[in-house]
């Protein structure tokens, strides 16, 4: 009964167990005429967690990728020497880009003052140049990203996200992975459910009703199980044109640049992992700078900036909570 197909984006459901070395094989031979990569956005402390070691140590027997570029944040130079050791043991073209080097620090300066460049440090703007990178080094046609804090990770989540984008024979350019968010008889994604949903809920009721192009908008963004997910794949010719924040609005950022670059049978989601857990924020509700009370308000930022480009509102900015929000 999963295969029903909801909403206007295609969802590719896991509707049979085939094993992980069998995607590979076919993705090996994809890897013959579209070169693939994987790009994983880091923050230094990572490096200090299970998780990223898992991760590192899964990777090392994924034969079909050609490249995987490393954004490092918040290392000093012995972190990022530290680093380099690190990663060092993965057999495919490896590149760790440090952001808080003089070199990047310089490029940074400069396309600050072109005003091309994100500003503001976070994950957005890790992605950001680490896409800048892959788009430069011109060695992979499809390229895959994913967090590097998942508890439960392995290489068969990887071979599902980029499967759609990595085959010849499918139109798709970009998938978006989704998953279950239950683990330790749990349910998490609380951002997802106490505030994505109802919002796009609740402006479909009423600004969307009279408004076709605010539909179309609101209905590309509701048709994602889990608009947070971290995964994306791409192919590289359409990542050039992305305009992606910079902070925790990213992924409504990135869905958005979709709904105004692609046409919907372009666009896919694909069911990545049956068990999926990794680190959780804090609910720091006294506190609007860190935990889910930032991550809720940046997120209602990026809706706030693409719900003008959309014609959800006005031209005047709408107004962002000054204060934590909170979660019960």
């Known amino acids: 009964m999963d295969f029903y197909q909801n909403g206007i ?33 880091s923050l230094y402390s990572e490096l200090q967690m299970p998780a990223l070691t898992k991760i590192v140590e899964e990777l090392k027997h994924v034969p079909y990728l050609e490249e995987i570029v490393i954004g490092l944040d918040q290392a000093s130079e012995a972190e990022y020497r530290h680093a380099l050791e690190f990663f060092s043991v993965l057999p495919q073209n490896v590149k760790v880009i440090w952001n808080d080097g003089p070199r990047m620090k310089a490029i940074h300066k400069k396309l600050v003052e072109e005003r091309i460049a994100p500003e503001a440090p976070g994950k957005g703007r890790n992605v950001w140049y680490m896409i800048g990178y892959v788009l430069g080094s011109n060695k992979v046609e499809a390229v895959a990203l994913h967090d590097c804090d998942i508890i439960t ?14 085959n010849p024979q499918f139109n798709y350019a970009f998938a978006k992975g989704f998953y279950t968010r239950i683990s330790n008889n749990t349910m998490n994604g609380r951002v997802t459910r106490l505030l994505v949903t109802p919002l796009i809920r609740a ?24 608009p947070l997910a971290g995964e994306f794949a791409f192919r590289s ?3 050039s044109d992305l305009r992606i924040p910079s902070d925790w609005g990213l992924e409504i950022g990135v869905l958005s640049e979709m709904k105004r670059n692609l046409s919907s049978n372009r666009i896919c989601q694909v069911d990545i992992a049956d068990i999926y857990d990794h680190k959780h924020q804090e609910l720091s509700a006294d506190d609007a700078q860190k935990g889910l009370s930032k991550m809720s308000i940046d997120i209602s930022k990026a ?24 979660f019960a």
Not at 18 to 36: H, W
Not at 153 to 166: E, G, K, M, N, Q
Not at 204 to 225: C, M, Q, W
């Open 237 to 239: 010719s359409m990542i």
């Open 153 to 166: 990770y392995d290489r068969s989540l990887l071979a599902r996200l980029i499967y759609p984008v990595a």
């Open 9 to 41: 984006i295609t969802t590719l459901h896991n509707l049979m167990d085939r094993s992980t070395e069998d995607m590979e094989a076919d993705l090996l031979k994809f890897s013959k005429k579209r070169p693939m990569g994987l790009i994983l956005p």
């Open 203 to 226: 402006l479909k009721t009423t600004v969307g009703i009279n408004n076709e192009k605010a539909s179309e908008y609101l209905n590309h963004i509701d048709s994602y199980r889990y």
């Open 303 to 326: 809706f706030s900036v693409n719900s003008q480009q959309k014609g959800l509102c006005s031209q005047k900015r709408a107004s962002v909570p000054s204060k934590p929000l909170t």
